[in-house]
């Protein structure tokens, strides 16, 4: 028994799906959410992450399968019945009522008597105790999120929903409520099951993520799982950038796998980290590395010696780079792959390392990870058509 | 040339202000004519008889109490069914409900004069008796519309997320119908019923259509005492409703600004 599993659930969707007429915006699946945990549902628009969360708190139905909360079933309760809060996308603050009534709301409907205590330490710990008296449309936007959050987490659910809580917030705004999101986790100690499209801020707060696209869920692990070793096209793009290159066995070398691209480039994949179907000599991979991994020397270096032995080594030329501060990305025309993206941080700049310039790409084979063959190579990028049906 | 180019909106906006509020200025000054004969139509010397003893002619304040019960009783019933119906329209999709969309229009649409006879046949054939109730019924009818109308405007504009949030936090369907949807509705129904008081008060042509014989509300006691000559009293009456009219107005703004100036 693993770690996880031995904890207590605190959400477990078994089989469940969900169809709107014609079209299946959640195909069956399967799904526990650790107590206590951070767990974010990420994916594009329309790939179903909303819908799971909706049938979660009760506001959709599921045409097939089942929601637990901890041990308890709790398919057929209507939302006001489930221990599960919501914070909306839209905050949905109710207009009519003031900060404080809008905290209380949850608990009056309760029939707790005394609500003022508990409503004064929420407002205390979003840092909006001044403001209890003022209407939503007073204020500003990251206040009414902060006043949806404490609404939410007042009456200590057993799960609470945040729905692209940040989606409506400016960049700066956005960092600052990520760090006090996870902040607020960390001292109420609930489950969060957070659904967002920003695969930065999955990161940066989850501490479990699964990767959805067109209704399924494509990986779910840790974020450093999902980003040294995605298990499919989509999650490698996705999740950051990937270089991906379509490659060929050609034999093995110990625990290594051997790759042959563009006829005569040979790379190095741990047997461990492919995930095509077969290892026979003569299956299509697609192997992957992050733009970050990969080294950059100039060709003239590279002749000198300044490459390890034992590296993947790829020739090309430089046709852009773009400085970023911390890093310069650099774009590399190769025979394995016109773009190949690399990142380089400003430490010692190179500066032969301009366009046009005849470089040597190399890296640690252990970084590199392989993908099945059949895969599309653009899955989950931005030219990626989008295979993802849309969600009403 | 300037000047009247700067002030164009103004000048306009005081003129169409003339034009409608002439009329009321003329019955509130004619309410304290006293009148040489029958008819209060030119003026002969200031006095407040009329208004020290405005139910001095007779059956004229029945009319105006007859009035009030009856528009007081169309609007409730009005706004209860209006309101109801409206959420039905607005929320959810069933068979006929274009159809209801465009019907609910029709007592606005149609002449009033074509409504009111056949209504009055209508009762005629049901043989049902012409009086309160009869005027009650064609009231409800035509305040119902209103009601719909401005209740599904508002209705329509209402944020659904709003009784998501209040269903997720533990309010039931009749708590979430009272705590959330009817207080945001509210707009949308006061302004339904305040019209439909209003329409209610001074309709005279359906209602002298479905009228029994001693049944006379206050329009129709005005129409009547116009063949004879109309007392001072009615410009009492008149005047008084134009003012507490009024007041309601200025009574809402003031509460409205406080309410903003203070949150």
């Not at chain 1, 390890?308 to 394995?336: C, E, H, K, M, W």
């Not at chain 2, 528009?71 to 329209?89: H, N």
């Not at chain 2, 009818?141 to 209740?151: D, E, K, N, P, T």
């Not at chain 2, 200025?250 to 309410?259: E, F, I, K, L, T």
Request: one cysteine or more; charged letters at 20%; glycine letters at 8%.
């Amino acid at each position: 028994m693993s770690a996880v599993a031995e904890q207590r659930a605190g959400v477990t969707l078994t089989g469940i799906s969900k169809e709107f007429g014609d079209v299946t915006a959640v195909h069956p699946l399967d799904l526990t959410v650790p107590r206590g945990s951070f767990f974010a549902l990420l994916g594009a628009s329309g790939c179903g992450k909303t819908t799971t969360l909706r049938m979660i708190a009760g506001l959709e139905q599921p045409t097939t399968g089942t929601v637990r909360l901890g041990d308890d079933d709790v398919t057929a309760l209507p939302p006001h019945r489930r221990k599960v809060n919501t914070v909306f996308q839209s905050y949905a603050l109710f207009p009519h009522l003031d900060v404080h009534d809008n905290v209380a709301f949850g608990l009056r409907r309760r029939g707790i008597r005394s609500v003022a205590k508990d409503v004064r330490e929420t407002l205390e710990l979003v840092e909006l105790g001044h403001l209890a008296r003022r209407k939503p449309h007073q204020l500003s936007g990251g206040q009414q999120q902060r006043v949806a959050l404490a609404r939410a987490i007042v009456n200590r659910p057993e799960v609470l929903l945040l729905d692209e809580p940040l989606g409506a917030l400016d960049l700066k705004l956005r960092r600052q409520m990520q760090l006090e999101l996870k902040r607020i986790q960390t001292e109420v100690g609930l489950t969060f099951v957070h659904v967002t499209h920003d695969q930065e801020e999955a990161m940066t707060m989850a501490d479990t993520i699964a990767v959805m696209n067109a209704g399924r869920v494509e990986q779910l692990g840790t974020p450093v799982d999902l980003y040294e070793d995605p298990a499919s096209s989509f999650v490698a793009n996705f999740l950051g950038q990937s270089n991906l290159i379509a490659a060929e066995i050609a034999g093995t070398a110990g625990a290594d796998l051997l790759l042959s691209a563009a006829g005569d480039v040979k790379l190095a994949l741990p047997a461990a980290r492919c995930r095509a179907r077969s290892t026979a000599v003569g299956t299509r991979v697609l192997a992957g590395m992050r733009p970050e991994k990969i080294s950059l020397a100039h060709r003239d270096a590279a002749v000198d010696g300044a490459v390890p032995d034992g590296r993947n080594r790829i020739p090309g030329t430089v046709v852009d780079a773009s400085f970023t501060g911390a890093a310069t990305q650099y774009l590399v025309d190769s025979p394995v792959c016109p773009e190949l993206s690399v990142f380089v941080q400003n430490v010692e700049r190179d500066p032969r390392l301009v366009p046009g310039a005849q470089v040597v790409l190399h890296w640690n084979p252990a970084h590199t990870f392989g993908l099945d063959g059949e895969e599309s190579l653009l899955a989950g990028t931005l030219e990626d058509a989008g295979t993802g049906e849309e969600a009403p | 040339m300037r000047w009247l180019r700067r002030h164009l909106v103004v000048i306009a906006g005081t003129l169409a202000l003339v034009y409608l509020l002439l009329p009321n200025v003329v019955v509130l000054v004619f309410s304290f004519n006293d009148p040489a004969g029958r008819y209060n139509y030119t003026w002969q010397s200031f006095s407040t008889d009329a208004w020290s003893d405005p139910c001095g002619v007779a059956g004229m304040c029945d009319s105006v109490g007859l009035s009030l019960r009856i528009a007081l009783t169309a609007t409730v019933a009005a706004t209860v069914i209006g309101t109801l119906a409206a959420f039905a329209l607005a929320r959810h999709r069933f068979r006929g409900r274009a159809a209801g969309n465009s019907l609910i229009f029709l007592p606005m649409a149609m002449p009033e004069v074509v409504m009111a006879a056949s209504l009055g046949t209508l009762f005629l054939n049901m043989r049902i008796e012409f009086g309160v109730t009869t005027i009650l019924i064609a009231h409800i009818m035509f305040c119902l519309s209103f009601v719909v109308v401005a209740v599904k405007a508002r209705v329509a504009s209402m944020d659904p997320k709003l009784e998501e949030a209040a269903r997720d936090l533990y309010a039931g369907p009749l708590q979430t119908f009272l705590r959330v949807t009817l207080p945001l509705a509210a707009p949308g129904i006061a302004a339904g019923a305040m019209l439909s008081f209003a329409i209610s008060l001074d309709d005279f042509i359906i209602t002298q259509f479905n009228a029994g014989p001693s049944t006379v509300t206050f329009p129709m006691y005005v129409w009547g005492a116009s063949q004879r000559g109309i007392p001072v009293q009615v410009n009492v009456i008149g005047t008084a409703m134009f003012v507490a009219a009024l007041a309601l107005v200025v009574a809402g703004q003031v509460v409205g600004a406080r309410r903003r100036s203070r949150a």
